[in-house]
């Protein structure tokens, strides 16, 4: 009988942000609003995954100050890291550690089939990183290393999450004893809101991304009220009105992702949004949404503004963040270590 000391938690989210650059309205609304509502029901631990980010090469003095400006961006927005743990990622290293064990359980096939891979490394995949290859198996890590139960993201990364699920399965099976209880708990993605998917402003089929080299097809947390509406006033739409219903609505990417942003910008579902515009003009609509957008940004990157003039603070609360986060961890190593038959 093995002796094991990590518990099984109840309910916990686990979720990421790379600091790889600005975050944007994508971020935003995919992942960081939502973590602000869960905070307040489940234990929520969130990182800043600058080990995922070097997965990409990265110029270190700027990886430095974009985990800074990512930090300041989701205490900003509204995590309080009285109520969730806040840290980066390669200051714990038991994410390393476990992500090398899991590393000798993920196969191959089940990374060749992983689209988020195929899309970064584009068509010179023989020069990608080992490490861009591996990134899905630090992200089960990430989740597995805390138990988490629970893990809220944007659709981008369902399929990774389903790897997750198929790693923690495939350990289980590997190493959990006879008769105990499966030492992982598969975790649920939670893909919520109605702009789970944010597209491009400039082309409503592509992805919003921090690494798109056109500025204009994203609204990041730090622009200013005059940059966030000539981005919208410039957003690539469609000549016609605002559709009655939703399937209409569907087959018009632009005018769907911007009707999306302003559903989850003012917490309503896109059917109450849609009648609210439907039979108008962008040139209606647009005005409504850069005002909403600013009134919710604006006061974000006020505040990043605010928190970033003191980053001794900032490491300060990362390192605090760290502590707290390696207390869970590092039983949950030992664990491992132990299921797998390493002395000591
Ligand atoms: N466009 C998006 N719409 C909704 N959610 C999004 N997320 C990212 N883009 C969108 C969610 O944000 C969280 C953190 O993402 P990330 O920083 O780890 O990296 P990413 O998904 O690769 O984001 P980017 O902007 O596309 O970065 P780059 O360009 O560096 O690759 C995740 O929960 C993600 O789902």
Redesign the pocket.
Known sequence: MINLQSDHVKKRIF????P??NL?L??Y???IKNWVNLQNHISSIFSI?DL?AITVPQEPLKLKSSTHEVTAAIIASGIDINKSILFNQSSVKEHSELAWILNCVCRIGWLNRMTQFKE?AGKHKENATVGLYGYPVLMASDILLYKSTHVP?????KQHIELVRDIASSFNNMFTPQNEPDFFTLPEPQIIGE?????SLRDGTK??????PSDASRVNLTDTKEEISNKIKKAKTDPFPLPDTLDELKNRPEAYNLLSIYSSLSDQTLEKALTEFSGKGFSHFKPKLIELAVETLNPISCEMRNLLKNTNEIDKILKDGELKAREIAEPVLKDVKKLVGFVN
């Open positions: 979720s990421g942000i790379q790889t650059g944007h994508g971020n609304l995919g992942a995954v995922h970064k993201v944007g659709d981008d990364q702009a789970t998917r944010v597209m992805k919003m991304s921090k690494s798109d």
